[in-house]
């Protein structure tokens, strides 16, 4: 059975990619808004993991409104559960099985229950976080037994989650100061850069 | 690194056990108060399933508790409850790594996540719920795919749960009629009777 994992190629997405691949055929999936070419660390990432990886382009019309909801919000969280809650629904039509790496210390972009259920009646699929009965500190120990990581700053670094996509249209329409003042400075990030296989 | 995981036999709880096991070693255990020898079942699933099991007696103080609150209440999910929560809180002292089979859909005795981060941090353990992330029809088909299961109503048979001694100790206590009315009829449990190893 397949199983489609939202993928950035962060731990996080790694380990619940990992922790499926045991019951699933995993497909790795990166969406990106033809912005920037930064879904490359996530491909670079799905071939150290050895698991098939796939690029999908979004509807522009998804990262514009998360520009209006983040430009008049003054913060990014709403605007990056926006473009993830599409994104689930994008692969929903695409996969039985959906996943994601979505811990239970998390704030953004994680979906409450009622939205869960809402997406896997809507849909008809089966939507898993295969991390959300671990606690930060567990993960951290699953994550250094499989991976190497490199943990960057936001501003120094562009990864391929979301928030950089965002970061960079905001920029285009409202300019420089705009991302300043939105995006708290100083927001880590990780990417996987070695896989040990157990 | 051991992990611990409170035990019943039924499908969750194995399910949980099966997960873990490819990052820990697994221990399982059941807890009792002596008043039934219901941990039979759980030990009799616990061979099936080839890995250690334990039986712990709890004190039984708890189940007076339990009786008490769940007399008050009149019905048994708060009673249930305290005693999981009992049960985590001795096997923090005895394990670092401790899990459970609760799922996103579980009402009972399911923890608040401010519950589980206290547990987590008064005793400095990493405390598991690898179901979490899985609606209830996602671990229909994983279990199918390990698992026979036999189903059976509360009052028809005498599973490792905490309910059954539960139900005994009211019955000792405020008698049958007291049970029969506190404890819903046709309430559902499960227990494995075949692993298919994959």
């Known amino acids: 059975m397949k199983a489609t994992i939202l993928f950035s190629g962060g731990k996080d997405s790694c380990l619940a990619a990992i922790m499926l691949s045991r019951f699933f055929e995993v497909e ?9 070419d930064n879904w ?18 979004l509807p522009q019309k998804i990262l514009d409104e998360a520009v209006e909801i983040t430009n008049k919000d003054g913060f990014p969280n709403n605007g990056i559960k926006y473009i993830h809650q599409k994104a689930l629904e994008f692969a929903s039509q695409d996969s ?5 790496g979505m811990r239970r210390d998390d704030r953004v972009p994680i979906l409450l229950l009622s939205e869960i259920r809402h997406l896997e009646d809507k849909f008809d699929v089966h939507y898993i976080q ?19 990581i490199k943990e960057y700053k936001s501003e120094d670094f562009i990864g391929a989650e979301y928030e950089f996509e965002l970061r960079e249209a905001i920029k285009r329409k409202y300019g420089v100061t705009a991302v300043e003042k939105i995006f ?12 040990n296989e157990i």
């Open 40 to 57: 490359k660390q996530a491909k670079q990432v799905a071939e150290k993991l050895k698991l098939p990886f796939k690029i999908i382009k």
């Open 96 to 100: 039985k099985v959906i996943a994601d």
């Open 184 to 195: 708290p400075k100083g927001h880590s990030q990780t990417i996987v850069i070695r896989y």
């Open 130 to 148: 295969p991390l959300m009965g671990y606690s930060r500190k567990t993960i951290n120990i699953l994550v250094k037994r499989f991976f190497e």
């Open 28 to 36: 790795l999936i990166t969406y990106n808004f033809g912005l920037l």
